[in-house]
Nanobody
């Protein structure tokens, strides 16, 4: 089992920055990749970014490219999402999730952290 705990959410003005953290515990050696997802009110949960633990390969959804950066600290079993140039439409609950292989779905999820961008 893998446990994930997000932190770092909050209220920020448009154009501002926040850094989210996702701390993993348990069978962290089994993690292939960690992803960030978000769910805005009335919308489905959507992919934001991901990073593989071994190579650090990253992927982003188009709407955050150039504004968000995902990174990892293997020693701390923590993945970060640095968000800058925040827009009103970035308001959502942000979740981190972990998958155990390139072929598997994200099986482990955190509880989520709220990000609210104000004008």
């Amino acid at each position: 089992q893998v446990q994930l705990v997000e932190s770092g959410g909050g209220l920020v003005q448009a154009g501002g920055s926040l850094r989210l953290s996702c701390a993993a515990s348990g069978r962290t050696g089994s993690i292939y990749a960690t992803g960030w997802f978000r769910q805005a009110p009335g919308k489905e949960r959507a992919f934001v970014a991901s990073i593989t633990w071994s190579t650090g390969s990253t992927r982003y959804t188009d709407s955050v490219k150039g504004r968000f950066t995902i990174s990892r600290d293997n020693a701390k079993n923590t993945v970060y999402l640095q968000m800058s140039g925040l827009k009103l439409e970035d308001t959502a609950v942000y979740y981190c999730a972990a998958s155990e292989s390139i072929y598997s779905a994200y099986n482990y999820w955190g509880q989520g952290t709220q990000v609210t961008v104000s004008s």
